[in-house]
T-cell receptor, first 116, second 118 residues
Framework: GAVVSQHPSRVICKSGTSVKIECRSL??????MFWYRQFPKQSLMLMAT?????????EQGVEKDKFLINHASLTLSTLTVTSAHPEDSSFYIC????????????FGSGTRLTVV | AQKVTQAQTEISVVEKEDVTLDCVYE???????LFWYKQPPSGELVFLIR??????QNEISGRYSWNFQKSTSSFNFTITASQVVDSAVYFC???????????????FGKGTTLSVSS
């Protein structure tokens, strides 16, 4: 249980184009979804927290206009990298918390974005 | 402030050796959860364990064991008789209590890269 499906797993795009990454909770309702970015050989860096039906909360230093997050339903959150540049190339992972008292965090399988 | 420190950046061992990955955390919460995740080269995060701050019993799962010591704010992870398949990046993470901070993300350490050679 508590599975998050993330797509695409890999994407290559040209500079200046936009890329959308989707995360779906398959067997539970994800009120809150977290988006992380991971550079090679580094830890996961929290980019933003998205709550269903409201605006996302971005971490300091993360450009809201570049990384658009939409959490329109309890099962779907999307991250759109707008006007992508090579420095946006990274591994992006979504996560959702499930459960109440006995809770845990589940993660998508990640999206490796390469901007050429 | 909440923080997780994994001081060991990289560890290399030979198969069948035991290896301990260190994790030290900082938090002002009296209730919190600690986690360990494994990230193989594929990138997907694999959940290993969750521990409640009130439960200080050590846990063993097969070749894996965890030593939680609140007095030293440590939650160390030991792999016994390591295998090549254990090669991965291991992350220790901290989360605040569930009931009053529903939207709080996990706080990750920087990770320890474990390389097990045959």
């Amino acid at each position: 249980g508590a599975v998050v499906s993330q797509h695409p797993s890999r994407v290559i795009c040209k500079s200046g184009t936009s890329v959308k990454i989707e995360c779906r909770s398959l067997d539970f309702q994800a009120t809150t979804m977290f988006w992380y970015r991971q550079f090679p050989k580094q830890s996961l860096m929290l980019m933003a927290t998205s709550n269903e039906g409201s605006k996302a909360t971005y971490e300091q230093g993360v450009e809201k206009d570049k990384f658009l997050i939409n959490h329109a339903s309890l099962t779907l959150s999307t991250l759109t990298v707008t006007s992508a540049h090579p420095e946006d190339s990274s591994f992006y992972i979504c996560s959702a918390r499930y459960g109440a008292r006995g809770y845990g965090y589940t993660f998508g399988s990640g999206t490796r974005l390469t901007v050429v | 402030a909440q923080k997780v420190t994994q001081a060991q950046t990289e560890i290399s061992v030979v198969e069948k050796e035991d290896v301990t990955l260190d994790c030290v955390y900082e938090t002002r919460d009296t209730t919190y959860y600690l986690f360990w995740y494994k990230q193989p080269p594929s990138g997907e995060l694999v959940f290993l364990i969750r521990r409640n701050s009130f439960d200080e019993q050590n846990e063993i799962s097969g070749r894996y064991s965890w030593n939680f010591q609140k007095s030293t704010s440590s939650f160390n992870f030991t792999i016994t008789a390591s295998q090549v398949v254990d090669s991965a990046v291991y992350f220790c993470a901290l989360s605040p209590p569930a009931l009053n901070q529903a939207g709080t993300a996990l706080i990750f350490g920087k990770g320890t890269t474990l390389s097990v050679s045959s």
